[in-house]
């Protein structure tokens, strides 16, 4: 008999495994090696966090496009990964380290700092491929990746590379969230904004050498030594 409410916990975690095991959703199957391919490249959701209302919509459009054009007999690839979200996992590592009052990032060095990184991520980089499988995703997942992968960093350092050297790309200084306490710069999705009331102070200075006419120049400060800055003439 049918169950009156709905319950997604008997049933997504069944059917994505006997579609995972039958590889019901792989590309390059011999039957379709003729056929026309169609190709989407998951956008690659952060490793240290679980989806939200915002993939489910948009996975949803993809695996809507990627069944429709398995109906109509093409070879579809729908390639799933994580993304390594370098500042977000360097933060809850580094935070993870400081709870269990652990040596910090720069007592145990860069080596063992990325092996504790890559052991966080074998433990907690599951939880959103799980969810994708259980919400029914139709990628193939035996190609699934992540963007730290060696083949994926050496194409990403090579793309990078000739961006540069083509003077596509180029370093230059910006004004960045610095993290006293990490000693690192974070995204703006880590800073919690607050506004405080302070105090502009107008600073006037003449400018020396030979003039056609007497020249000053301003200088805009925002009261504390460690704030942003503009000078303007």
């Known amino acids: 008999m049918i169950e009156k409410n709905y319950q997604p916990a008997d049933i997504e975690h069944r059917m994505a495994q006997i579609w ?42 993809q695996d809507i496009l990627c069944r429709f054009e398995r109906m109509r007999g093409r070879d579809v690839l729908w390639q799933p990964g994580t993304d390594h979200a370098g500042i977000a996992t360097q933060m809850v590592v580094e935070r993870q ?25 074998a433990e907690s980089g599951g939880t959103i491929v799980n969810q994708l499988k259980r919400l029914g995703a139709s990628c193939d997942w035996s190609r699934e990746r992540f963007t730290m992968d ?4 050496r194409a990403v350092v090579k793309v990078f590379v000739e961006l540069h050297r083509d003077g596509l790309i180029y370093k230059d200084k910006r004004l960045v ?12 999705l880590e800073v919690q904004q607050v506004e405080v009331r302070g105090h502009l102070w107008y600073l006037r200075y003449p400018i020396e ?25």
């Open 20 to 61: 995972e095991e039958s590889g019901a959703f792989k590309a390059g199957r011999p039957e379709r090696k003729d056929a026309a391919p169609f190709t989407i490249v998951i956008p690659p959701p952060n490793v240290t966090g679980s989806l939200h209302m915002g993939h489910a919509l948009n996975n949803t459009l």
């Open 97 to 121: 380290l400081m709870e269990r009052q652990e040596p910090g990032r720069r007592d145990m060095g860069r080596a063992k700092f990325l092996e504790r990184v890559w052991q966080w991520k």
């Open 150 to 153: 060696e083949g994926l960093s």
């Open 177 to 188: 969230n610095w993290d006293p306490k990490l000693l690192t710069a974070i995204s703006d």
């Open 209 to 233: 050498g030979p003039q056609l006419q007497p020249r000053r120049s301003q200088v805009v400060h925002r009261g504390r030594d460690d704030a942003p800055r503009n000078h303007a003439r």
